[in-house]
């Protein structure tokens, strides 16, 4: 989704710009763009469709160059992808850059062009370029007319300005999307994302909702949204362990799959006790709150959506408790019965997920007994406005489609199951068990890994097909709609997933020998209901792919079958949840897309 970088520095900015523009590009954009003012304190704007190497061709045949500019990858929400709707967009020796969207830009469009301002795109945020000039032909004061143009805005944004009458001054607000403040020596910078700057900064002021703040050389200067000053302190960027680069692995998701057994430990590491879990970790009244804990309630997107699944599982199967699980962008807009002492669960790997986040203010009001965030980003809108936060340590996430976010989600909600056990003074055996499961998962997962050749050869049987059919049962079928879901974003096969039982209620007209049918068959107590179920696609000549534990008689047709180790039934999906993520890989990649940025799809979704 956009991006935002800029700089304020007494150097060139443009290099600095163009690298912030490359990190961000994990995100998903469809065009580019630069505004750099000049040291005759003129603009200069380079805009380029496509990805940003095409705007550093631009660039090479018109330089931009200064000490002070913005830049931005645009995501299409407002006008299709063109150069003429690729930000920074200009108003009278002003340009700007947003995320988010400005939902009053139609009536503000039609009172700027009263005004006579002329429009050369269709975005909204040349509506915001428009209003801050008009605004500041009333005002001889910059800070004035962008407050009094951030007070027409509604909608969500992330804005940052500058201006040819202040070549010293970078000015930027945020309401509803992500924006951090970098602080580097003699040098000043924002993003969106704090991944954009991590070549030149790892210290970092995450702003709240309604902040705007004018930066400087010297730093920055904050006002909160009543335009008092404010002190945001600086943190140290965390993710410094798990590296950006793609290391000896040729995309990011292969390298990401990888990483799981590292992302696993690393999020493990602080919170299990010998033979028992660490509570402490969610804050000192945990254990109190937890133990009052009546019932759950998970509210995610996407993948994220997939884990709070197989949450619920483990949650009523060892604790008892009832629990909930929704996806974010219907949840916060319904009308939600929550029952007396409700934990309300957000999980999310970027923190930044327009709908998750909104679900969670909105559940503020909700009564609930506490709100816990399970995040990857410690900054992040999400973890800075839960009453508790549990982050997964699985580095960052580069591929658009998530692998070790999701594997780590798991290991938290695993361990969150387990916490609720034993707060409650019971079944000390089960956590004890649970404990030493997550324990054996990174070196199991290594011996999955080693299946990759294995799973490479099967991926060629989907070369010339157009749809897949994937089935679980139990706690595997969620795991079954995320490999559903892993596909289909990275291929482009149509992937749909079904409880197994319910093959015969309509999805098993779709089976023929141009339908691969993947399962997921661990040695549980659901095993030989679902060999009857692959019984039934078998008769129809359906094409058989089994992911089975290595102890089980033949689950599927001959040569069709991958083993996995056999392990402790409370694991099992995590485990299984690695061959499909190679499975997709490869088909990708026999597919020929662009596994770590397929086509139409954003890394972090901040617009609703
Ligand atoms: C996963 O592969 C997806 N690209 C997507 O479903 C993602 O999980 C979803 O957008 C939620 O993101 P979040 O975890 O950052 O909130």
């Known amino acids: 989704m956009c991006g935002i970088v800029g700089v304020v520095a007494q150097r060139n900015v443009t290099p600095i710009l163009l690298e912030g523009l490359r990190r961000l590009e994990y995100r998903g954009y469809d065009s580019a763009g630069v505004a750099v003012l000049a040291d005759d304190n003129h603009l200069q704007r380079v805009r380029a469709v496509g990805k940003v190497v095409e705007l550093e061709r631009t660039l090479e045949a018109t330089p931009a160059v200064g000490c002070l500019g913005i830049a931005h990858t645009r995501w299409a929400t407002h006008g299709k992808p063109a150069e003429h709707n690729a930000h920074p967009h200009v108003s009278d020796g002003l340009a700007i850059v947003h995320n988010g969207i400005i939902e009053n830009h139609s009536p503000l469009r039609r009172k700027l062009t009263d005004l006579g301002y002329v429009f050369t795109s269709e975005t909204d945020t040349e509506v915001v370029a428009h209003l801050m000039a008009w605004h500041y032909r009333q005002t001889p004061d910059l800070l004035t007319a962008f407050r009094n143009t951030l007070a027409e805005l509604q ?22 999307s992500p924006l951090v403040i970098g602080e580097g020596s003699g040098e000043s910078y924002i993003a969106s994302d704090p991944l954009a700057l991590l070549q030149v900064t790892d210290r ?23 335009h008092s000053p404010v002190e945001r302190p600086v943190k140290r960027y965390q993710h410094a362990a798990l590296s950006l680069d793609k290391g000896e692995y040729r995309h990011y998701m292969l390298k990401e799959i990888f990483e799981q057994p590292e992302a696993i430990g690393n999020t493990l590491s602080g919170i299990l006790g010998d033979n028992h879990v660490l509570t402490a970790i969610l804050g000192p009244d945990a254990e109190s709150r937890l133990a009052s804990v009546d019932n759950i309630h998970i509210v995610a997107c996407g993948t994220s959506y997939h884990a709070g699944l197989v949450a619920r599982y483990w949650i009523e199967s060892q604790v008892g408790l009832p629990c909930q699980v929704e996806v974010a962008s219907e949840y916060r807009y319904r009308t939600v019965a929550v029952p007396a002492n409700t934990l309300l669960i957000t999980l999310s790997q970027s923190g930044e997920t327009a709908d998750t986040l909104a679900a969670l203010r909105f559940a503020k009001d909700q009564g609930y007994l506490a709100t816990l965030a399970i995040c990857n980003v410690a900054g992040s809108s999400l973890v800075r406005e839960a009453d508790w936060r549990l982050l997964t340590q699985a580095g960052p996430e580069i591929g658009v489609a998530s692998t070790k976010a999701f594997t780590t989600q798991l290991v938290a909600l695993l361990w969150l199951t387990s916490a609720l056990l034993q707060v409650r003074g019971r079944a000390a055996d089960q956590v ?9 998962l990174p070196a199991l997962i290594d011996q999955v890994l080693a299946l990759e050749p294995a799973i490479a050869a099967l991926a060629e049987r989907f ?145 609703e």
């Open 463 to 607: 070369a010339n097909k157009h749809h897949a059919l994937f089935l679980g049962r139990g706690p595997h079928y969620p795991i079954a709609m995320e490999g559903a879901l892993k596909l289909k974003e990275i291929s482009y096969i149509h992937a749909e997933a079904y409880a197994a039982g319910e093959l015969k209620h309509g999805p098993l007209a779709l089976v023929d020998e141009n339908m691969p049918v993947v399962s997921v068959a661990p040695s549980d107590s659901l095993l030989e209901k679902l060999k009857s179920n692959l019984e039934e696609v078998r008769a129809r000549g359906g094409q058989l792919i089994t992911f089975a534990c290595e102890t089980v008689e033949q689950p599927g047709a001959d040569g069709d079958t991958i083993r996995l180790p056999q392990v402790d039934d409370i694991i099992s999906p995590i485990l299984y949840t690695i061959p499909l993520q190679l499975l997709s890989y490869h088909v990708a990649l026999v597919k020929g897309t662009d596994v770590d940025k397929p086509r139409n799809l954003a890394k972090s979704v901040t617009v």
């Open 155 to 176: 909608g969500a944004y992330a804005l940052a300005m500058v201006h040819e009458d202040e070549p010293q001054n970078l000015y930027c607000a945020r309401m509803g």
């Open 204 to 226: 970092f002021r995450y702003l709240d909702e309604g902040d705007h703040a004018r930066l400087t050389v010297d730093g920055c200067t904050l006002w909160d949204r009543q």
């Open 432 to 440: 004890a068990a649970n404990v030493a499961a997550l324990r054996q």
